[in-house]
């Protein structure tokens, strides 16, 4: 099996460990049995396992197989690529300074407000934009496969979590989901939302802006 093939059995590993273990016939019996600390315990093991796997064979075979397609020469894809970068990484950072209805912290706020009227998966969304840019700038097979599998299981990842949050609901989130999107700024875009720059959690935002650009500056020495 060449690089590219195992890099994309441990992407398919990740995004089927993640989907299974949260859904609703395997996750409430575990649950039940290990309790809410003891499954999110049992799925951060395993998800770190495998993500650990998937970037260790990625890491030795980057920029291996074929070229897929090569768009780096492409002069209005650099900068989209930047911004997808950029904006994708200040989102990932950003969740873990505003808690989500749609998270797993006790207390978060049921009400669309903050970063949930950009997105209700500010995570997952800014993995999947990031992971996106990497496509752009990157053809080879094995990243390919790589940002290919990340990206798309940050996508399935937040519309599954929606389905489960949807059949869990007794109404209580009836009104965050009218009010918010999968999809970064498409609630503000139908009008369903207005995004209140005093309600988003800046610091998280210029921290996700800085070490972002930072990494793009040190890239050819960290990555290439």
Same mark, same amino acid.
Request: aromatic letters at 12%.
């Given at each position: 099996?060449?690089?590219s093939?195992?890099i994309?059995?441990?992407g398919?590993?990740?995004?089927?460990?993640?989907?299974? &273990?949260?859904?609703? @016939?395997?996750? #409430? *019996? !575990?649950?039940?049995? +290990? =309790?809410?600390? $003891? %499954?999110?315990?049992?799925?951060?093991?395993?998800?770190?396992?495998?993500?650990v796997?998937?970037?260790?064979?990625?890491?030795?075979?980057?920029?291996?197989?074929?070229e897929?397609?090569? &768009?780096?020469?492409? @002069?209005?894809? #650099? *900068? !989209?690529?930047?911004? +997808? =970068?950029?904006? $994708? %990484?200040?989102?990932?950072?950003?969740?873990?300074?505003?808690?989500?209805?749609?998270?797993?912290?006790?207390?978060?706020?049921?009400?669309?407000?903050?970063?949930?009227?950009?997105?209700?998966?500010?995570l997952m969304?800014?993995?999947?934009?990031?992971?996106?840019?990497?496509?752009?700038?990157?053809?080879?097979?094995?990243?390919?496969?790589?940002?290919?599998?990340?990206?798309v299981?940050?996508v399935?990842?937040?519309?599954?979590?929606?389905?489960?949050?949807?059949?869990?609901?007794?109404?209580?989130?009836?009104?965050?989901?009218?009010?918010?999107?999968?999809?970064?700024?498409?609630?503000?875009?139908?009008?369903?939302?207005?995004?209140?720059?005093s309600?988003?959690?800046?610091?998280?935002?210029?921290?996700?802006?800085?070490?972002?650009?930072?990494?793009?500056?040190?890239?050819?020495?960290?990555?290439?």
């Open positions: 099996m060449n690089a093939a195992s994309a059995l441990w398919l590993a990740l995004a089927g460990g993640h989907l299974l &273990l949260s859904s609703g @016939p395997v996750r #409430t *019996p !575990l649950v039940a049995r +290990l =309790g809410a600390r $003891g %499954f999110q315990a049992l799925y951060s093991v395993f998800a770190l396992v495998v993500f796997m998937l970037v260790r064979t990625w890491w030795g075979d980057r920029h291996g197989g074929d897929l397609w090569m &768009l780096r020469d492409v @002069p209005a894809l #650099t *900068p !989209l690529a930047l911004v +997808l =970068g950029v904006l $994708g %990484f200040a989102l990932v950072v950003a969740s873990f300074f505003q808690p989500s209805a749609m998270g797993m912290v006790p207390g978060a706020t049921v009400g669309a407000t903050g970063m949930a009227r950009v997105t209700r998966h500010p969304m800014g993995i999947a934009l990031w992971g996106l840019a990497h496509l752009l700038m990157n053809g080879w097979a094995s990243d390919v496969a790589f940002y290919g599998s990340l990206t299981l940050a399935l990842g937040a519309f599954h979590q929606d389905a489960r949050k949807h059949a869990a609901d007794d109404g209580t989130l009836s009104a965050y989901f009218a009010e918010s999107s999968v999809l970064p700024f498409a609630a503000a875009f139908t009008g369903r939302a207005q995004v209140v720059a309600e988003l959690p800046w610091i998280g935002i210029v921290v996700g802006v800085v070490v972002a650009i930072a990494l793009y500056w040190l890239h050819p020495v960290l990555f290439e």
